[in-house]
């Protein structure tokens, strides 16, 4: 398993971290990392251009001049696209760019991304980031003394924090080529822009139980056995009650009259014998 230098604001070590071999120790893809960028810069376009087709644009719609005799072109409506200032034809229209992608392959993309920072050396990790207030002037202290900005060049630097800092958030907000960014809103395109990778310990920590395969299928487990089970729905009260009654109530007494008619037919059946 791989172990980084833990340094502090002034680049100084202050200790080792291990990091998950499953997360920080993956082999290049190339072909994952080309199709999950493909997929977030899919997602993020907005799909609004367009255009106006013959029915669309002003004008009016009828024949300006008759079909023979002039010697001009024959003409059935200014709007046609044939026309200066007539519709567009087979132009872009509104549309939805998005696209799913499934959620391994995703998240295999991110391990590769941050296994490949790690190995170009490009990956820091920071005991902790913190400001005692929103200085600018104080972030990019800290950020040249970690090498990150020069007096010249400045690196693009993703910085991974919580996002509850509000002092780091607020301090680094207004310096160029550096974005600040939760374990949870870790994306793929971000890692692949930024050449440098600030990773705060506690987010390393995030990372190692979000992106290990292993503990996202307990994870998953673990929500499916733990989901309630659907009550079953409540029956109307006036509906239970009527139940209720027909189940309590006696059952009805044989009819007298069922008992004297038997008792007829007997009789009759006496008389017939005696003849």
């Known amino acids: 398993m ?11 070590e202050v200790g080792d971290v291990t990091l998950s071999d499953a997360v920080f120790g993956v082999e290049l893809n190339e072909a994952l990392i080309h199709a999950a960028v493909m997929n977030f810069r899919a997602n993020g376009r907005s799909g609004n251009s367009a255009t106006k087709t013959r029915g669309n644009v002003s004008g009016s719609g009828r024949k300006l001049w008759k079909q023979k005799g002039t010697g001009r072109a024959r003409i059935a409506s200014l709007r046609s696209p044939l026309w200066k200032g007539g519709g567009n034809v087979h132009g872009p229209q509104p549309r939805d760019w998005s696209y799913k992608m499934p959620k391994k392959m995703r ?39 970690l090498g990150l900005i020069d007096k010249k060049t400045s690196a693009k630097t993703l910085i991974v924090d919580s996002l509850d800092n509000a002092n780091l958030v607020l301090s680094s907000r207004n310096v160029e080529k550096t974005k600040v960014t939760n374990s949870f809103g870790l994306n793929i395109y971000d890692i692949i822009y930024h050449e440098k990778l600030v990773i705060s310990k506690a987010a390393v920590e995030e990372l190692n139980d979000l992106l290990d395969p292993k503990r996202e299928g307990i994870k998953e487990e673990k929500a499916v056995s733990e989901k309630p089970k659907a009550k079953k729905a409540a029956e109307p009260k006036a509906k239970k009650e009527a139940a209720d009654a027909v189940e309590k109530k006696p059952r009805k007494a044989p009819a007298k009259k069922a008992v004297e008619d038997e008792g007829d037919i007997l009789e009759i059946g006496k008389e017939g014998d005696d003849k």
């Open 107 to 145: 998240r295999g993309a991110l391990r590769v991304a941050l296994s490949e920072r790690l190995r170009e050396g490009n990956l820091i990790v920071v005991d902790e980031l913190g400001f005692k207030a929103p200085k600018t002037s104080e972030f990019i202290g800290v950020m040249g003394s």
């Open 2 to 12: 791989p172990t980084v230098k833990v340094r502090n604001l002034k680049n100084k």
